[in-house]
C-alpha cells in the first residue's frame, strides 16, 4: 500500500495559484538581457531616446508647434556664438545680450556645430542627444546593483521620465546640459567617487545662475559623506559647496544685473523678499514660507517626483540634491514654476533615480538603522517604477511620432511655409511667436507686439498669424493694433491668407 504522505500534494493552502506566465516571461527576459554587455544594453537605451526626442521634437517645430520664446531666443544667441558675435538676441528686444537675462555661456559649445548646421533642428538634435546621455550611467550603475532587469527598468525609466520629456517637446533649453550632467554626478556621489562627482558638478555654473546651488549641494554631500576617508576629500566638498554658492551669487547679483538692459536680475522680483512694501522683506519671505505646500499643484509636483522610485527614493540621501530647485520654484510666486509642465523639472529627473538606485543597493539601508530592502521589496519597487513609467507614457509627448496624424501637414501649415517662402533671408522682420521659430535661421526676428523704439530701424517684413494660440509674451489685441499700424504707416500687403498676414516695409 502506497503511503499518501510519499505523494506530492497541490499546494492549496495558500490559495489558487498564480500563473507562471508572468513569471516565465521575466525569466526569458532576464536571460535575454543576461547575454548584453552593460555598456551595449545602456548606450541602446541612450540612442533609442535620442531618436524618440528627435523625432518628437523635429515633428513639432515641422508642424510649426515650437515658438520664437523659446527656441528662436536660443537660435539667436547660438547663432550669434556661431559667427563669435555677442549674443544679442532681437526676440528679447533691441541689443538685447541674453547673458543679462539668464548666465549659460556654455551654449557657446555649440556654435560650432551650428556654424556647420545652422538650423533650428540642430539644437533640438543636440537638446535629445544631451538630455539621452543621462540614461547611461544611471543605467551602467543599477546593472551593477541588481543587474540587467534593473538597468532596464531604470534606463527606460530615465528616458521617458516626464520631467525629460516634456522638456524635450517644449523647444531648446539650457537645462538640455545640465542633464547629463547631474546624471554622472549623482552616479558617481553614490559610488563615493568624489573627484568625478566634483569635476562633472563643476560645470553647472556655466549651465544655469541657480545650478551653482546644486553643485554647491554636491559638494556639500561630499564634505559629509566622505568626511571619513580624510581631509582631502572634505576640503575637496566644502571648496565645491563655497565654488558653487559664490558662483551663484555672483551670477545673480552682478553678472546679470550687469549685462541685462534694465540693470537688475529679471528674475530676482520672483522671489519672497525680493522687493519693498508689503511689510517688507521678512514678512514677504514669511508669506512664501507659510504658502509653501500651496497651491495644492505644489504637491502633485512632489507626488510626481517620488512615484518614479515608488517612494523608495526617500531612503536616498542623494535625492537632497532636488532642494535647490525645489527651494526656488515653490518660493517662488511664478506659478508656472509650481507644475509639471515645461522644461523646470528635467534636471529632477537624474537626481530622482539615482535616489532610485541608491535606495535598491544591497548594502543601503534606509533612515535611523532602518535595514537594506529584500529582494521582494526590491522587485516591488522597480515594478512600481516601470508601472508608473507605463502610465505616464500616454500622457506625455513621449508617445507622438507613433501617431500617424503627427505626420500628416495641415492647410495652415502649408500655407505659413508659402508666405514665410516670400521673405528673402538676411533681412529684419517682425513676427509673431510661432512663425519666429521658422526664421531665426536665416533672419533677424523680432516680436510683432513688441514698439519700435526711437532711433530703432523699422523692420523690413512684418509677419502676423491671427490663429497663433499663445498669448505670452504677444497678447493678440497688441500684436492685431501693431499690424494694422504698420500697415497705416505704409507697410504693403505682400499675402494675406488662412489667418497670416506678411507685410512689406515701403522702399
Not at 556645430?113 to 543605467?139: E, G, H, I, K, N
Not at 540634491?321 to 525645489?326: I, R
Not at 499700424?485 to 512689406?504: C, F
Request: aromatic content about 8%; hydrophobic content about 50%.
Amino acid at each position: 500500500m502506497i503511503s499518501t504522505s510519499a505523494v506530492p500534494q497541490p499546494d492549496t493552502a495558500s490559495g489558487p495559484q498564480r500563473p507562471a506566465l508572468p513569471m516565465s516571461l521575466l525569466r526569458t527576459l532576464r536571460r535575454g538581457l543576461d547575454r548584453v554587455p552593460p555598456r551595449v544594453l545602456a548606450w541602446s537605451i541612450a540612442a533609442l531616446f535620442a531618436v524618440l526626442y528627435s523625432a518628437m521634437s523635429i515633428r513639432r517645430h515641422e508642424r510649426m508647434l515650437s515658438a520664437g520664446y523659446d527656441l528662436g531666443i536660443f537660435e539667436e544667441e547660438i547663432r550669434a556664438y556661431a559667427h563669435f558675435r555677442a549674443p544679442i538676441v532681437a526676440l528679447k528686444g533691441p541689443g538685447y545680450n541674453i547673458l543679462g537675462d539668464h548666465f549659460s555661456p556654455i551654449l557657446a559649445l555649440l556654435g560650432p556645430v551650428y556654424r556647420v548646421f545652422p538650423s533650428p533642428l540642430t539644437l533640438l538634435v543636440a537638446q535629445a542627444v544631451l538630455m539621452s546621455l543621462a540614461c547611461v550611467p544611471l543605467a551602467l550603475w543599477a546593472h551593477r546593483v541588481r543587474g540587467p532587469l534593473a538597468a532596464l527598468v531604470v534606463g527606460c525609466g530615465v528616458g521617458a521620465s516626464w520631467g525629460i520629456v516634456k522638456a524635450a517637446s517644449f523647444d531648446f533649453h539650457e537645462v538640455a546640459v545640465a542633464v547629463p550632467l547631474i546624471a554622472f554626478s549623482a552616479t558617481a556621489l553614490g559610488n563615493r567617487r568624489w573627484t568625478a562627482a566634483a569635476l562633472w558638478a563643476l560645470p553647472l555654473v556655466l549651465v544655469k545662475e541657480d545650478l551653482g546651488l546644486t553643485a554647491a549641494v554636491v559638494g556639500g554631500y561630499i564634505a559629509w559623506f566622505g568626511r571619513a576617508e580624510g581631509r582631502r576629500t572634505r576640503l575637496l566638498g566644502i571648496g565645491l559647496a563655497v565654488f558653487g554658492t559664490v558662483a551663484s551669487s555672483v551670477e545673480m547679483l552682478v553678472i546679470l544685473p550687469a549685462m541685462n538692459p534694465h540693470d537688475g536680475y529679471a528674475y530676482l522680483a520672483q522671489m519672497p523678499g525680493a522687493g519693498a512694501g508689503h511689510g517688507g522683506a521678512a514678512h514677504q519671505l514669511l508669506h512664501a514660507l507659510l504658502h509653501l505646500g500651496w497651491p495644492p499643484v505644489k504637491w502633485l509636483l512632489l507626488l510626481m517626483l517620488l512615484l518614479p522610485s515608488a517612494f523608495a527614493g526617500l531612503r536616498s540621501p542623494l535625492t537632497l540634491l532636488c532642494l535647490p530647485t525645489l527651494a526656488w520654484r515653490l518660493l517662488s510666486d511664478n506659478p508656472h514654476y509650481w507644475g509639471v509642465s515645461y522644461h523646470y523639472s528635467a534636471v529632477l529627473m537624474p537626481v530622482v533615480f539615482a535616489g532610485l538606485v541608491d535606495a535598491i543597493r544591497p548594502e543601503r539601508g534606509g533612515l535611523r538603522g532602518r535595514p537594506p530592502l529584500t529582494r521582494r521589496q526590491v522587485r516591488r519597487v522597480l515594478a512600481g517604477s516601470a508601472a508608473f513609467t507605463a502610465i505616464t507614457i500616454p500622457v506625455y509627448p513621449l508617445h507622438e511620432p507613433l501617431s500617424p496624424s503627427v505626420w500628416t501637414e495641415s492647410a495652415h501649415v502649408r500655407a505659413a511655409r508659402q508666405i514665410l517662402a516670400l521673405i528673402p533671408s538676411g533681412t529684419t522682420v517682425a513676427s509673431s511667436n510661432h512663425l519666429a521659430a521658422q526664421l531665426t535661421d536665416r533672419t533677424t526676428v523680432s516680436l510683432v507686439c513688441a514698439p519700435v523704439l526711437p532711433g530703432q530701424p523699422l523692420p523690413q517684413w512684418v509677419v502676423s498669424d491671427t490663429t497663433d494660440p499663445t498669448h505670452v509674451p504677444c497678447e493678440p489685441a497688441l500684436s492685431a493694433r501693431l499690424v494694422a499700424q504698420y500697415r497705416a504707416d505704409g507697410y504693403r500687403t505682400v499675402a494675406d491668407r488662412d489667418g497670416i498676414v506678411l507685410l512689406q516695409r515701403p522702399s
